[in-house]
């Protein structure tokens, strides 16, 4: 069965302070793997997507990397409206259109 | 391009009634989705259209949870006989066919069934 599992549930850092976001999975073939951001009340917005292991792509003070098992949320020297839920989806190359998520972790960055 | 939107944003309803959420999508996106979401949970796919046609169907939407996409144009997702378990946040998305990338997804109707 497809599976997304995010590591830690809840993260708090201090402004500045770098940190990573886990996303483990096993999925019947990759065909690509989303990170969004969550703030409360709203939709998930999306801020990447990955679609081989060795891919990294960087936005701003995020980055994500992908390997053949899990994928990484790199925040380097985060602020405090970095605070929000971060999200992991995987695509099945089986499926065409449905989203398998993680439950999230959310981060909260203090002044 | 206006986003997705989702109408109403938040509806309390007393258990045993029937609700309506409707969807709008993106105008040049074919493919249409619903998930719920509860609290400190990831969303769950429910279900989605391409066009008019609804391609699939979670096991997570029982015999009270009915969607259509009539034209292939907006959407409604019907929750039948509410119960308190169906209280979540339902999430509309929508993408063209062509493109693997990220769903845009609308800021979602807060189920709440009292």
């Known amino acids: 069965e497809d599976q997304v599992t995010q590591s830690p549930e809840a993260l708090r850092l201090q402004e500045g302070e770098s940190s990573s976001l886990n996303c483990s999975y096993t999925?019947?073939?990759?065909?690509?793997l989303f990170w969004y951001r969550q703030d409360p009340g709203k939709g998930p917005e999306f801020l990447f997507t990955?679609?081989?292991a060795g891919e990294e792509k960087e936005k701003e003070r995020l980055k994500a990397t992908l390997t053949k098992k899990e994928s990484f949320l790199h925040i380097t020297a985060p602020k405090p409206e970095d605070s929000a839920t971060y999200l992991c989806?995987?695509?099945?190359?089986?499926?065409?259109?449905?989203?398998?998520f993680g439950q999230g972790t959310t981060l909260q960055v203090k002044p | 391009d206006t986003g997705v939107s989702q109408d109403p944003r938040h509806k309390i309803t007393k258990r045993g009634q029937n609700v309506t959420f409707r969807c709008d999508p993106i105008?040049?996106?074919?493919?249409l989705y619903w998930y719920r979401q509860t609290l400190g949970q990831g969303p769950e796919f429910l279900t989605y259209?391409?066009?008019?046609?609804?391609?699939?169907k979670s096991r997570l939407l029982s015999d009270r949870f009915s969607a259509e996409r009539p034209k292939g144009s907006f959407s409604t997702l019907e929750i039948q006989r509410t119960e308190q378990g169906d209280s979540a946040m339902y999430l509309c998305?929508?993408?063209?066919?062509?493109?693997?990338?990220?769903?845009?997804f609308g800021s979602g109707t807060r189920l709440t069934v009292v």
């Open positions: 998305a929508s993408s063209r066919r062509d493109r693997v990338d990220g769903y845009t």
């Open positions: 999925v019947s073939g990759l065909r690509g």
């Open positions: 990955l679609y081989s």
């Open positions: 989806a995987v695509q099945a190359a089986s499926n065409t259109g449905k989203l398998i």
């Open positions: 105008s040049e996106h074919n493919r």
């Open positions: 259209f391409q066009n008019e046609a609804q391609l699939e």
